[in-house]
């Protein structure tokens, strides 16, 4: 049976970096299940199996096709209840959805406003189009507005992660002890802007970017190994 | 056997406000577990059960004695297992500590810069005055500065709560289907705020304010005895 993932790159094939895709990849590696990986540009996505699905990640597992990344989790958690677990049951699923929610209110953006103008130079030529026309509908600003405040975005970017900060007090991963997709979620942003952007946005000693290091280590460093920019 | 848990209250002892005890007292009902409440004045606080703690919420559990909201909900949940759980397995109970710590850092501040001169109001002389001097060193500023930034801070409110506002498109509760500990943590830093303050924080329509008034419903409308201000 062969199971696929479609991730999302830019012309540089080797540096998947859609925080989404990241999470599923994690995922993946986390239940020990072997997949290909797909990197796909932007505006080859709508053409993946068949329409599918607008964006990545999509996994094609045998006959089955799920998108959307937390699904792809449930997904997972469903069909390989053997393998090591994603949830830690039934209350860390559900709890699994306000993380993903802060992940998604207050990260990602903190992320846009620091990457966007990075990423558009990742892609190919046919991609910065489709990337500028709907970045600049969506923000309301141009790619060129955004670079003049990346700064002032790195320097507003370790405060949003205070709740992460703080919990890290009490234990060394979201999951407790070990990782959960909880985990995956906020480090699919953070490995998002590594690969994107680089921007050093933690000060020596942040107890956040100790756990980030913690989580490109996992499974074999399978984050590690797509560089920095 | 007696159960007693220690709340925090002004001089009406009817209107116990602390949102660490708010958790523990819908945790208790959660589990169905009786218990005489004894809210207590904040000066009073230290010579509880010989000094075991400076804050509330400590619970007396016959000869056991547990202080700190989040320390009191896993104890509950190791010695009563057979009651309704309030974590859902291991990985809710890790997850719900993000959930405490994004409480407690980004909620808890803004009920304060709303409700801070409130309380004050609500206490007896010598414990006005034991709370000016504390929170005004704590927050650099005097009580009546903090009033005066009242609206602004009201108006800044609900944007604070967008992960739980999207989380809501999901799930009726943070727990899932049904409310966990981690719904008790939010609730009660929004129940301290409706009794202190009173202060209308939400527009209407906001899902936000819908999962606060099914919270209020929960256990025979524990929390809604309570009047807001």
Chains 1, 2 share one sequence.
């Not at 020990?32 to 094609?60: H, W």
Request: glycine residues 8%; aromatic residues 10%.
């Amino acid at each position: 049976m062969t199971r696929i993932l479609y991730t999302l790159s830019g012309s540089d094939h080797e540096r998947p970096f859609s925080p989404h895709s990241w999470k599923v990849v994690m995922a993946l590696a986390h239940k020990g299940l072997d997949f290909i990986e797909k990197p796909t540009a932007f505006t080859a996505i709508p053409a993946l199996e068949n329409g599918l699905s607008k964006t990545v990640p999509i996994l094609r597992d045998g006959e089955k096709l799920v998108s959307d990344s937390f699904d792809i989790a449930l997904y997972l958690e469903q069909t390989y209840p053997d393998r090591a677990t994603l949830f830690g049951g039934e209350g860390g699923q559900a709890l699994s959805r306000f993380i993903e929610r802060f992940s998604q209110s207050i990260v990602h953006p903190a992320v846009t406003a620091i990457a966007v103008s990075d990423i558009h130079d990742m892609l190919a030529d046919e991609d910065q189009r489709y990337f500028r026309s709907s970045r600049e509908a969506l923000l309301g600003r141009t790619l060129e507005e955004m670079r003049t405040g990346r700064e002032i975005a790195i320097a507003a970017f370790a405060p949003k992660l205070e709740p992460l900060r703080q919990m890290l007090k009490y234990q060394p991963f979201i999951g407790g002890e070990g990782p959960l997709f909880a985990d995956y979620i906020l480090f699919g942003a953070l490995q998002w802007m590594r690969i994107t952007a680089g921007a050093d946005v933690f000060k020596p000693g942040d107890p956040v970017s100790s756990w980030f290091e913690r989580c490109l280590d996992l499974h074999q460093g399978l984050g590690r190994r797509v560089t920095a920019a």
